[in-house]
């Protein structure tokens, strides 16, 4: 064998090798994110805050309508949790899905207070939802996706909840991702790694221009 074969040879089982071990590489995810909060959590109830997210809107888009099940990511103070109650009403289903322990009890708390028997919280991991396979039929995370530390891993550990026709609404702000916000193209990018299409964008939460509503669902 002449020596240009050979080196040829062994720059074709050097790309065969490294393509391999690029198409089997667990997702980078090493940008930045934003230190969960912990504070009080009844800021997130705020007068008017329905009409400044047009959260009734995000509703119709996401179909949260009488018999669905809902997961709210991130619930926080469970403020879309108990607006997505009320909607899906006592034929559906939430599921408030949280990291952080004061959260989930507040949570509980609430909706003992207020009646509502179709809540379920969940102590969840900080990458995995913990929602049980083939459960849900829309998905909100509100202002929390710049905190998830492994996006792209927790997006897939969201894909076997949800049920066929499933949609699945990212509202976040424009940002760097440490500053309580993430740009909209890297959202796209993270859920498309996750085995996410992107079905429609909107601007209209919130009339400064930063927030943007991503809505998307799962590729067959």
């Known amino acids: 064998m ?3 074969r050979r080196c040829l040879l062994t720059i074709l089982l050097f790309s065969q090798t490294y393509f391999s071990a690029q198409a089997t590489a667990p997702p980078q995810e090493n940008r930045k994110t934003s230190t969960p909060y912990t504070g009080d959590l009844s800021v997130f109830d705020s007068p008017g805050r329905d009409e400044r997210l047009q959260i009734n809107r995000v509703m119709d888009i996401l179909a949260v ?3 669905k099940n809902v997961a709210d990511i991130g619930a926080g103070s469970g403020w879309f949790t108990i607006r997505a109650a009320h909607r899906v009403t006592d034929r559906g289903a939430v599921y408030a899905v949280d990291i952080n322990p004061a959260a989930v009890r507040y949570i509980g708390d609430r909706v003992a207070k207020e009646q509502l028997h179709n ?3 969940i102590l969840s991991e900080p ?3 913990l929602l049980a396979p083939n459960s849900i039929d829309s998905v909100l995370l509100l202002k929390t996706y710049h905190e998830i530390s492994h996006p792209v891993t927790l997006l897939r550990n969201l894909r076997p909840a ?3 026709g499933a949609r699945m609404g990212i509202i976040d702000r424009s940002g760097n991702g440490a500053n309580h916000g993430v740009a909209r193209d890297v959202v796209i ?3 498309e790694e996750a085995g996410y299409t992107l079905f429609e964008q909107y601007d209209f939460v919130k009339a400064d ?3 943007y509503f991503l809505v998307f669902t799962t590729r067959n």
């Open 2 to 4: 002449s020596q240009l």
């Open 209 to 211: 221009g930063m927030d």
């Open 65 to 67: 309508t009488p018999g």
């Open 189 to 191: 990018r993270e859920a």
């Open 162 to 164: 949800l049920r066929t």
């Open 119 to 121: 809540v379920h919280t």
């Open 127 to 129: 990458d995995d939802p």
